[in-house]
């Protein structure tokens, strides 16, 4: 297979071109693919892969390859947390 088109990565099959992780794609006009990064609170760890809900206890910023876990003393109980929260204290 050739290179991929600007914007595009190579698909663990070595075939195929999708878009790289942190972002999903969709059919764009023409049937060109059309990258969208992942919105906050969302991630893609696969090229071509599909934007997945951050757990509770971690969150993302837009474009995201991973959610990351909330640090010490911050909390969040929701799914796609963009953020995470001071613990009360005390």
């Known amino acids: 297979m050739g290179a991929c088109p600007a914007g595009l990565v190579s698909m663990l099959d070595g075939v195929n071109c999708g878009c790289p992780p942190g972002s ?39 474009g995201a390859a991973q959610c990351s876990p909330c640090d010490r003393g911050l ?3 929701q799914l796609m947390a963009a953020k995470c929260r001071p613990c009360l204290q005390p």
């Open 24 to 62: 999903t794609g969709g059919g764009g006009t023409g049937g060109a693919l059309t990258c969208t990064p992942c919105a906050a609170g969302t991630a893609s760890a696969l090229a071509g892969g599909s934007c997945g809900p951050c757990p509770a206890g971690h969150f993302s910023k837009e």
């Open 75 to 77: 909390f969040n109980s």
